[in-house]
């Protein structure tokens, strides 16, 4: 499911090189639904259309799949993308989607949680869009988000 406001919507696994399909917007209150989409990889994007033109994408990457070959766009060779750089302090790591896990490298990541209402700034945590819906999952989020082009 992809949740947008463009007139389109495509998706895509891996980078540009396998679409999943385009799909136009269906009204108000609705949203995209790939059904049966044959994911191989672990690279997974939304590409929103406005007027024909691209103006928001938002990308995944599930871990539990093989590799994508274009993943090779996002990391200079020989880097690890979550390896923690040396003096720098993290204040959080989130496995969203996911439980509490511990790294190869012995940090600690919390499980994705929804925000207490009124928290402030004393805890952290994810609120949607999708709370003020009835019949909407209360913590979903937006799939397609405003990117620079």
């Known amino acids: ?27 108000f209150g609705t949203h995209f639904i790939f059904n049966k989409a044959n994911v191989q990889y672990n690279v997974l994007y939304a590409v929103g ?28 060779a020989g880097t690890v993308l979550l ?19 511990m790294d190869e490298w012995g940090n600690k990541w919390e499980a994705d949680r929804a925000l207490p209402q009124n928290a402030g700034r004393k805890y952290w945590g994810s609120s949607s869009w999708t709370s003020a819906f009835d019949n909407m999952p209360a913590f979903l989020p937006a799939s397609v988000e405003p990117m620079q082009l």
């Open 1 to 27: 499911m992809v949740y947008s406001n463009c007139d389109e919507v495509e998706l895509f696994n891996d980078f540009g090189k396998i679409s999943l399909g385009k799909q136009q917007h269906g009204g």
């Open 49 to 76: 259309y406005t007027n024909g033109r691209p103006v928001a994408r938002d990308t995944v990457l599930l871990n539990h799949l093989p590799e994508a070959p274009g993943i090779a766009s996002l990391k200079p």
């Open 83 to 101: 390896k923690p750089k040396p003096g720098l302090n993290y204040v959080y790591r989130v496995n969203s989607g996911g439980g509490d896990y």
